[in-house]
């Protein structure tokens, strides 16, 4: 109960507006074209090569490999795209009977996804929020494309979109972000600063928050655990 009160004080607190189809719809547009030009591989979610997004996979996975209690683990992957990274849980024993719920906003990426992932504990949804509790949550690249969308605006939607998914996570939520401090910038990308996210987590959260920079200094990954 406590987690939907945060999420409703957040969103009347920030009284800015967002038409979340107007700021994702080039987004949508850019990985429509990409799964179509390129299929399913590490290219299409612009990743530069798949031994980073592996990385970033393995990252996430070690939320998971705290907890030795049970088999039917729960997952909620945010930006799916493709699946690819089922895979990274599948062997995993805490997900040998467990659920994974992939979301994505591109029609096309869900239905290769489909294709590719034949394993009856995945499912797929088109949506760009999470419509499942599961007990772990995570977000992979998919708060960095903003596109065209105003910095102020894509930063309210990146805050509503974690308290939104935490209200649906039982254990722990991972997310990765680019860094301010990268050197490498692009102009349709989001560069965060994961002091302020730090905090943003702890005071809106009200849960155990942990950055993680292995990936130092072009992105962040947080950790926030109940």
């Known amino acids: 109960m406590g987690k939907f009160l945060v999420l409703g004080n957040f969103i009347q607190k920030k009284k800015r507006e967002i038409n979340l189809?107007?700021?994702?719809?080039?987004?949508?547009?850019s990985y429509e074209w990409s799964i179509k030009k390129f299929g399913p591989n590490h290219r299409a979610a612009a990743w530069r090569d798949a031994k980073r997004q592996q990385h970033r996979f393995n990252i996430f996975s070690e939320l998971i490999s705290y907890d030795a209690t049970h088999n039917k683990t729960s997952i909620n992957d945010l930006g799916c795209g493709y699946g690819a990274m089922f895979d990274t849980f599948k062997g995993l024993p805490q997900f040998s009977n467990g659920t994974y719920f992939g979301y994505d906003i591109s029609k096309s990426m869900i239905d290769i996804a489909k294709i590719e992932v034949k394993d009856s504990?995945?499912?797929?949804?088109?949506?760009?929020?999470?419509?499942?509790?599961?007990?772990?949550?995570?977000?992979?690249?998919?708060?960095?494309?903003?596109?065209?969308?105003?910095?102020?605006?894509?930063?309210?939607?990146?805050?509503?979109?974690?308290?939104?998914?935490?209200?649906?996570?039982?254990?722990?939520?991972?997310?990765?972000?680019?860094?301010?401090?990268?050197?490498?910038?692009?102009?349709?990308?989001?560069?965060?600063?994961?002091?302020?996210?730090?905090?943003?987590?702890?005071?809106?959260?009200?849960?155990?928050?942990?950055?993680?920079?292995?990936?130092?200094?072009?992105?962040f990954v947080i950790f926030i655990r109940n």
């Open 21 to 29: 189809p107007r700021i994702l719809k080039p987004v949508e547009r």
């Open 121 to 219: 504990r995945a499912q797929f949804i088109l949506n760009h929020k999470a419509t499942e509790v599961a007990d772990y949550s995570f977000v992979s690249g998919t708060y960095n494309m903003k596109m065209a969308a105003k910095e102020n605006e894509w930063l309210t939607y990146v805050e509503e979109s974690i308290i939104q998914l935490w209200s649906k996570t039982n254990i722990s939520l991972g997310f990765n972000m680019l860094n301010i401090q990268s050197p490498l910038r692009e102009s349709t990308l989001y560069y965060a600063d994961p002091e302020y996210f730090m905090d943003f987590c702890q005071k809106y959260l009200k849960a155990n928050v942990q950055m993680v920079d292995l990936l130092h200094p072009n992105e």
